[in-house]
């Protein structure tokens, strides 16, 4: 298993700003991904990052607009540039760790809303 | 490409009453197979999954999922639901070998005491 802290939970933000969310994990992982989660929608992967390589945008997605970082094999952050209305969203932060079939641990997602 | 649908949006149950969640995806091939929950105030959280053999998979808390091939379906159920079931759930489908899963909307479920 692994446990995530995402920083931070929650953010106000005006439009035209950036906010860099930062996910942390307790154990080295491969893999992590990064979500979005908007209101009675489902789970939309933003991008998977693993560490010493690109981050791999999902359609829809561009690194210009999120960029993330993967220094290393416990830690990512994802920034949301210029940002809009309309990624009032939460973010989440996930990932798989080794032997566990693809299974997910999440963490508790950055409540952000832009005004 | 491949989609996960969740039926039900809103479910709402008194308790001990038994719940069925459906879930259908749309892709042909071996999949993977996830059923996610996020209780009020905390992390999602994986309550139940199959890989292969036996189609009916138990999960936490008294949960289970059947998995039916020929109907692309991973229904989740429980006999007698509590009030601490109140929580939103998520099916999440991975075609076989892919380490991205895409997940349905999800279905807000509250239990009324």
């Known amino acids: 298993s692994a446990v995530i802290s995402q920083k931070p939970s929650r953010d106000i933000c005006q439009r035209g700003t950036s906010l860099t969310i930062q996910c942390q994990v307790d154990s080295q992982v491969t893999m992590m991904f990064w979500y979005r989660q908007q209101p009675g929608q489902s789970l939309t992967l933003i991008a998977t990052?693993?560490?010493?390589?690109?981050?791999?945008?999902e359609s829809g997605f561009v690194i210009d607009k999120f960029p993330i970082s993967r220094p290393n094999l416990t830690f990512s952050t994802l920034t949301v540039s210029n940002m809009s209305p309309e990624d009032s969203s939460i973010y989440l932060c996930?990932?798989?760790?080794?032997?566990?079939?693809?299974?997910?641990?999440f963490g508790p997602g950055t409540r952000l809303t832009v005004t | 490409a491949q989609s996960v649908s969740q039926h039900n949006h809103h479910v709402i149950l008194s308790e001990a009453a038994s719940l069925e969640l459906g879930c259908n995806y749309s892709?042909?091939?071996?999949?993977?197979l996830f059923w996610y929950v996020q209780y009020p105030g905390q992390h999602l959280q994986l309550l139940l999954k199959y890989f292969s053999g036996d189609p009916l998979v138990k999960g936490i808390k008294g949960f289970e999922a059947e998995f039916i091939k020929s109907k692309f379906s991973f229904n989740l159920r429980k006999p007698s639901v509590q009030w601490s079931d109140t929580a939103e759930y998520f099916c999440a489908v991975n075609p076989g070998g892919s380490y991205i899963p895409t997940f349905g909307r999800g279905t807000s479920l509250i239990v009324h005491p």
């Open positions: 996930s990932v798989e760790t080794s032997g566990t079939y693809y299974e997910q641990y």
């Open positions: 990052a693993n560490q010493g390589s690109e981050a791999t945008y």
């Open positions: 892709y042909g091939g071996t999949v993977n």
